[in-house]
């Protein structure tokens, strides 16, 4: 009978020596974050493994080890050094502090907030939560935290995806002394850049320009875009707006710009659409707005993970994840615009036009032909009524004699309906 796979998980301020020396500790190594190597070998050769990497002197290092791969990466940030014996991994994890989740997944918003209302503060605490409990107020994202809470891998392990390095660097004869004058040569290092992106298949995701000034100070500067991209005109407008507000004390030396590519989006428009701004377009006038008004508040409306109606938070365009399921969608369907087939695509489609915020109404009952419901909902109840985050519903969906379709729903505290929304 085989051994059973053990898991170490190492971290150190020297990444670029840990990844370049993964081959020399164990042949099978996966990437974790935040800059992290997770190393899966035979349990019986555990001290062995061990020994090659407290042999390479690695600054900073942290490590971690235990039978699956979420407790082994928990014990490495968290308490490193700690080698986890078989079936230790929920004890060990139980007393965490719930905030230690954030390192290994993204929370959903309010979720601490609401464990913290319950009472709950640890990972322990979380894993006597009943599941259906759990997933009924908080949905599906919080049993897969559940899940990571008890040690349990919730999915495959991350690869290596080796990306090609593009980068352009320009010396100059004489110093450059205005941030104006550089907009020339990094207008010829930008078209080059994404000639080698576009040819490898790739698009630009981000730049990292370095400045060197004559006296010897480097200035960084990092840009992201919104979408990946292969216009070296937008990138280059991105560039200048970042460069912008800045000030040289002396001339600029040489110049340097190294872009992390990634997979280029596959676009197909239509001859029957208006033609309308590119998405990488957009993203340049995000960032305009960004730079005129840096205090305000600029994001995509996203819903929360929640069943109390219209909740939603301006999430940051860059990371958001209307543009990720976008980019997806283009890249497997190949056009703009086009949908994935169902099984009731040839249905017809209700659009419900919401009334914000609701607004109370009178039924009369002569006046409905047919009803659908009630759906009831209500949630919250844990939590003060002073807040008013507490709901108790029930909706209806209705049809007048006139062939006026609502929704409306009847607040028991109130004793009232309300008209919710008018489908069209």
Known sequence: MAAPSYFIATYSSRFDLLFRSRQLIA???HPVKPEGLL???DSRYRQDTLDRIS???LPNLRIGGAFTRTAAVFAALVSPGTILPYRRERGFLASLPLEQLALQAELPPGFLETMLSWGIRTFGGLVEIPPDSLVARLGQGALLLQRMARGEDTGLPGRFS???VFQEKKEFDWPVGSTEALMFPLAEMMESICRRVSGSGHAVRGMALRLTQDDGDKIRKQVETALP???S???????RLELEDLSLHSGVKSVEITVSPAKARVVQHSLLEPETLEPEEKGLTLALVEKSWPDSLIGIPSVLDSHKPDPGI????????????QMRNLDVSGGKGSRTRTDDSDGMSLTLRRE???RPVELCHEEIVSLAGPWLSSGGWWKSGETGNGWDREEWDMELRGGELYRVFWNPEESRWYLEGIYD
Request: charged share 25%; proline share 11%; net charge positive.
């Open 27 to 29: 042949p099978l190594a």
């Open 39 to 41: 190393f899966e070998v």
């Open 55 to 57: 042999a390479l002197s």
């Open 162 to 164: 080796e990306m090609p």
């Open 229 to 231: 991209s292969r216009n």
């Open 233 to 239: 005109r937008l990138l280059l407008s991105l560039l």
């Open 314 to 325: 301006a999430a940051d365009w860059k990371e958001s994840g209307m543009l990720r399921r």
């Open 356 to 358: 914000r915020p609701p």
